[in-house]
């Protein structure tokens, strides 16, 4: 899950932000634009590149889980059994 409108990045996060299968924005990454439609944040040294590669939903905080992002994780649980939550 990651939040376009704030400065802070924890390093952690950057280390692992490659890793991940699916991206959840909480914004666009620039205000008054769909996400990934440019290509500068409010992140400093963070590689937008990877959000342009694997899945990406926007989920502003209070709305629900993306349907999207459902059926990816459902998929992931069928048809790889020993993933689970």
């Not at 899945?55 to 689970?84: A, D, H, M, W």
Request: glycine share 8%; hydrophobic share 35%; charged share 25%.
């Amino acid at each position: 899950v990651l939040a376009p409108l704030r400065d802070d990045f924890k390093e952690s996060a950057r280390i692992a932000l490659d890793r991940a299968d699916a991206y959840i924005l909480r914004s666009p990454v620039r205000p008054g634009q769909e996400p990934l439609s440019g290509d500068s944040s409010h992140w400093t040294g963070v590689a937008l590149r990877f959000l342009q590669t694997k899945p990406c939903f926007l989920q502003e905080e209070g709305e629900c889980f993306p349907e999207g992002l459902k059926k990816i994780v459902s998929e992931q649980l069928r048809t790889n059994p020993g993933v689970s939550i």
